[in-house]
């Protein structure tokens, strides 16, 4: 369980999409993202980033608070304390008032050639 | 530090913007409020909504597909071969940029299973190679000497063993291992047996349960629910638990992976 210092994501939103402020939980701690750059309405891609700081347990991407939000892609870039930065895309969900997206992967294990 | 101050003056400015006043003031100032004000006991009473008994509906998380990206560059001709230990350094994954049993998977638990199959005699040769499994087109390898977690030096023995095989051209898998492998319906119905009768009485004493996913060629794929779900002892469950028996009864199966999310679930180990 590292310690994430920075977070940044880029959502690209698909048909539907809710035009809201988009928020994150992180260790079950609802937030607005910072840094925000474009919107989650219909075919639009968003972006915003969280100076975090602190270990991570879970962090998720809250759904919408009325309607349906089709998520194309996200791409999460990680800095973490001790770890090189790194970046994790999921595919597509569809997120509504009763759901949320995990955004949270470890650090990848060290890897070398052999 | 600096996530938790944000959080707390994110709640502070939040309140002072939607409810000024009243958040405040205790609630039974309010509620003697509402009984001496005709205007206020017309509307709804702000506060008993605010601390309303009824807990926030806890929302599903749902888990998109990652979507990974090739390790090696695109098209190269020689073979590529990257490591990669396990976090607790008992094995080490080794992925090639080729295919070195496609569709199946096969586990050799010592020296004398290896017969016939280049490419696990090869890997067997080295002292410290303890179990070999192969699935796709990577070899999980776990060592003889436990003590030992820095797999560098065995790495490039291993990395040197599987390139050795590959260049001499002989079956990396025996053909009379590929020929033994039954249908996925035969180990399904092996393995769901197996979790029936045996593995799940014995993880519900720790109010656990293992549901069986996925069976692809001979591939099992499982989920650790209940009391097992974020577990401290699921990784020991599942490798000495739950793979012994799993190959007892169904000798012909292959890798055995975990989808479980340990740190997710609404009832994570007797939460």
Known sequence: ?114 | MNFIKRFFSGMKQEDSVSEPVEVVKPITEQKVKSTTSSTVATEPDAAEERFSDAPPVPRVVLHAPVVSESIFPAESEDILIKAQPSQTGDQCMFTVNQVLMKGASWYFDNFESAAESSLAESLFSLDDVETVLVCESTVTVTRKDKTLIDWTALAKEVGAAIRGAIEEGSYLIAEKIISSIPSEDVIREGIQKVIDEEVNPGVAGHGGQINLLAVKGNTVTIQMGGGCQGCSAADLTLKQGIHTSFRKAVPQVGAIFDETDHTAGLNPYFS
């Open chain 1, 1 to 114: 369980m590292p310690r994430v210092l920075k977070f940044k994501v880029n959502i690209e939103t698909g048909k539907q999409g809710p035009n809201e402020t988009v928020n994150f939980c992180f260790n079950n701690h609802k937030m607005p993202f910072e840094n925000v750059i474009g919107s989650n309405e219909s075919d639009a891609i968003f972006e915003g980033s969280f100076d975090v700081n602190s270990f991570a347990h879970s962090l998720t991407l809250v759904g919408p608070e009325k309607g349906k939000w089709d998520v194309e892609k996200v791409t999460v870039d990680y800095e973490c304390e001790g770890e090189e930065p790194y970046v994790v895309k999921w595919g597509a969900v569809t997120l509504d008032e009763t759901t949320e997206m995990n955004l949270w992967q470890d650090p990848p294990a060290p890897m070398f050639d052999v």
